[in-house]
């Protein structure tokens, strides 16, 4: 596990890029926090560094939002943003989660993954979002 620490939008988007590097298709990448913690900030840094058509926004309202992209990047070639916050279990299951995450060209990057519950696959990379005094910590585990 590498942890970071940022104090800013634009740090926290550098590391998001830097983790985005080693994602690769089929990848569920669940991020945990409070709100307001980063995990949006974070999802922007990973869709610019994989070259999505912008804007990048909070899927809060409309619960998902699917990026095509321009070319295939190690191995992904769409990217699934999902925010569970306002959701079940049952809702989400039957929104398609399970099929995003099957998608092996696919990455999905999941705010608020504990109202996923059981449907969370043991594979998955976990991102962790801490408020600190001096700005952010940011625990990777891939």
Not at 95 to 109: A, K, N, R, T, Y
Request: hydrophobic content about 35%; overall charge negative.
């Amino acid at each position: 596990m590498e942890t970071h620490k940022t104090s800013s939008k634009e740090e926290t988007q550098a590391v998001a890029k830097d983790v985005a590097r080693l994602l690769c298709g089929g990848t569920l990448v669940c991020l945990w926090g409070d709100l307001g913690a980063g995990k949006t900030t974070f999802s922007q840094g990973v869709l610019a560094y994989f070259g999505a058509e912008e804007p990048y926004t909070s899927p809060t309202f409309v619960i998902m939002k699917e990026y095509t992209l321009p070319k295939e990047m190690n191995g992904i070639k769409r990217i699934y943003h999902v925010d569970a916050y306002r959701l079940e279990v049952d809702d989400i299951a039957k929104i398609g989660f399970e099929e995003w995450c099957s998608d092996p060209q696919g990455l999905v990057l999941l705010e608020w993954p504990e109202r996923v519950g059981e449907l969370l696959p043991e594979k998955r990379a976990n991102i962790v979002f801490r408020q600190e005094d001096n700005g952010r910590g940011i625990e990777v585990s891939l």
